[in-house]
């Protein structure tokens, strides 16, 4: 890594490894080892538990209202004339005096290329949808997805898929999913990566500079 002949596309198993002890891998939204990242903070005047650890569900949407809280700065309304849209995350500073209090963050969706899943309330549903490049299957429909519920409040890796055992809430997560992803913009689903919303895909002229190769 850090070379000129050096690919970040790596490969599969320190993917695979990189994520553990959570299922699958970065670009994969519908699992753990795809979504789930540490996050480091200090401010001493502030934290005063040096090296302690905080357990409340949180997102990288977080990280903007958590420096503009921290900072007692508002966020702007406009930016060069143009109306912003609303901060969609909500601030962790809460959490710096109190590492067991509560979590702020009830619901998150999560989608990359039609792969799935969403968080509310210590429960996780997932459902991986695209392609597999290291294990190729035919692709299914949308509404084919077979989904996954993990309580990871108690299974913290998504040892025990609990589907089968809880059909209702799936049901309510996927409803919720739906809901989340109107909300946000991320509808119509697409699992075709770059097609759609990718200017090279709009082209019918293509310059390659030298070196490019």
């Not at 930016?79 to 995350?89: A, S, W």
């Not at 919303?197 to 070196?211: C, E, K, L, Q, T």
Request: include cysteine; aromatic fraction near 14%.
């Amino acid at each position: 890594f850090g070379g000129p002949k050096a690919s970040n596309e790596y490969a599969v198993g320190h993917a695979w490894a990189m994520g553990t002890p959570f299922q699958f891998a970065k670009q994969f939204a519908s699992h753990l080892g795809g979504i789930r990242n540490p996050v480091i903070v200090t401010w001493p005047k502030r934290i005063t538990d040096r090296g302690g650890l905080r357990s409340q569900f949180h997102h990288v949407t977080d990280v903007v209202p958590t420096i503009y809280e921290a900072a007692g700065v508002p966020a702007p309304r406009t930016v060069n004339g143009f109306t912003q849209m609303p901060i969609h995350g909500t601030s962790m500073v809460y959490t710096f005096a109190d590492a067991k209090v509560p979590s702020a963050r009830k619901t998150q969706y999560f989608e990359i290329m039609g792969t799935r899943g969403i968080y509310h309330d210590g429960w996780l549903a997932s459902t991986f949808h695209n392609k597999i490049a290291w294990a190729p299957r035919k692709q299914p429909a949308f509404d084919d997805d077979r989904w996954e519920l993990y309580h990871v409040a108690e299974d913290f890796s998504e040892c025990h898929d609990v589907a089968g055992d809880h059909p209702e809430r799936l049901r309510e997560l996927q409803e919720l999913w739906w809901a989340e992803a109107g909300r946000h913009q991320v509808l119509p689903l697409n699992n075709q990566p770059g097609r759609f919303g990718d200017r090279r895909f709009r082209r019918d002229r293509y310059v390659y500079h030298a070196g490019i190769g």
